[in-house]
């Protein structure tokens, strides 16, 4: 006798289904709790039941396939950075993803695989999950119902939410709606992406706007500025720095001409905050990027100066960067697509433009961003990978080192300086599958301490004696905006009365403060000191 079951609902043709939300509940509450997780597991649950009850299979897909992608890339970001950073996704990641170009996402594809085999494998669940059956299942106009409703309520309180909280000027508030509805969805973390794209427009319309300055020059005895921005270097990779293998010997070789920073500290852990952050008025205690228009560029060009922008990092959607809402103030721009070698005729074109009494040459390079390996040609590898997880990055701390050496052979027959800082620095685990990554909300001072100097000519030696030297107090790089424009020479009363470098790191070397992914103060000096030490009790 064939008798149905009473709990055919749970029996093996909701199997699958079962299993995706069982999957999806527990990341979001262990990777992405907050007060919207249950509205986020409902309607996952009923999105599901909603396409289990349409039997047009092309129908089905047609409606499916787009939404659940969304859903498994949403996990997939969450365990990418919950297991690579200990920190859920945030606003932060997603910046530095919108702003990276189509080559750097595929390469970190290359070393993040895993996620997107995850990502893939969930998508192929959760169409499985949702094929119909024989048996009775829920109303189509029932699960349809909820969903619209709880729909309807996420749009409500979006918009008292946006209400309760003008939009900054210059945003688009639809962006802002838009961000917190997706709270309420399965797809939650395209939140991150709806915010960083808002606060991208609101950089666009304030970057033109150049403050006006009351400047004062003087006669710096230097005609050639170079600004050189590295990208995720490491101090602790350089020899110059004590480092055991030898990555660093031209600079090394300069030692004579440079003053040296031992302990310079980058402000956040990531490009698009810390380099703006860097060049302009904005600081740690007053993150604002309406800041980003008080910027060394305007400073510069107001003051007279011929400034070049030449970028490594190739030119795609950077006028949707915070970095490039900087940049695209520079009279002259140049982003180019290969290794940072290749802005070497670029730099000898800059140098020989006539008519300019002096000049700002600013060079962002790609530096040691992840993938280590594609930063440098093969034949300029010095240390071999094979058993060494730490090869590719010191080759592309070593490879970076070589630059300098071309650029100070250059510059040292003219009246000319160079300042360096990385962006930020990077955390090491040898225990990961990549041993090398971006500060999360539990950082070390890894993911903050960068190399920092700046090289004098010989011609300018004797002049510049006392700025040379080793500087072994803690420098947060955020307050670059003051130290460069007192290398440049340029007094502005709102910057502070400065006569020298040394007078900038004097007045602010007592400031530790740094802001991890979340924007959350944290003391540089409270940090462990590197990512394999155990967390602090606080922090579990």
Known sequence: MNIKKPYLLFGKEYLLLIISIIIFSVINILMAPNIHMSYRIVTFTLSLLFLKAIRSTPLRLMLAVPLLFLCSADISLSLYSWFTFKTPFNDGFAASTLESNPSEMLAMLGVYLRFVIVCLALLVLFICAVRPISGKMPSKKITGTLILIICLVALVSSLKFVKKRPVNEGAISELKVAARFTTYMPFFNMSYFLTAMQE??????????????????????????????????????????????????????????????????????????????????????????????????????QAGFHTTWLSAQTAFGNYGSSVAGIAMNAKDKLYIKGYDKELIPHLKTALAKPGHDKKLI?????????????????????????????????????YTDSLFGEIFSLLKQKNASVFYFSDHALERDP?????????????????????MFIWYSPVLEPRYQQEIGQVDSVYSTSY?????????GITDANRGMFSSVNDVVN????????????????????????????????SR
């Open 200 to 301: 991208s427009q609101i950089l666009k319309n304030i970057s033109g706007a150049a403050p006006h300055y009351t400047l004062t020059v003087k006669d710096t005895g230097i005609d050639t500025y170079v600004l050189i921005i590295g990208e995720s270097e490491r101090a602790r990779n350089m020899s110059i720095y004590s480092y055991k293998k030898p990555t660093t010997p031209q600079l090394e070789s300069q030692k004579p001409y440079l003053k040296l920073f031992t302990q310079a500290i980058s402000g956040v852990p990531f490009t698009s905050v810390a380099v703006p952050m860097a060049l302009s008025a904005d600081n740690i205690h007053n993150h604002n990027l309406k800041n980003y228009a008080d910027n060394v560029i305007n400073l510069a060009n």
């Open 431 to 451: 225990k990961q599958s990549a041993p090398y990554f971006h500060g999360g909300i539990t950082p070390s001072q890894e993911a903050y301490h960068v190399p």
């Open 362 to 398: 600013i060079l962002h390079l790609y530096g040691s961003h992840e993938p280590a390996c594609a930063r440098y040609p093969s034949n300029e590898a010095i240390f071999d990978k094979n058993g060494d997880i730490d090869a590719c990055y010191d080759n592309s701390v070593r």
């Open 480 to 488: 670059n905006d003051a130290a460069i424009a007192t290398w440049l």
């Open 507 to 538: 007045k602010f070397k007592n400031d530790s403060t740094v802001l991890d992914n979340l924007y959350q103060k944290l003391d540089y000096h409270s940090l462990r000191k590197t990512a394999q030490e155990p967390l602090p009790e606080s």
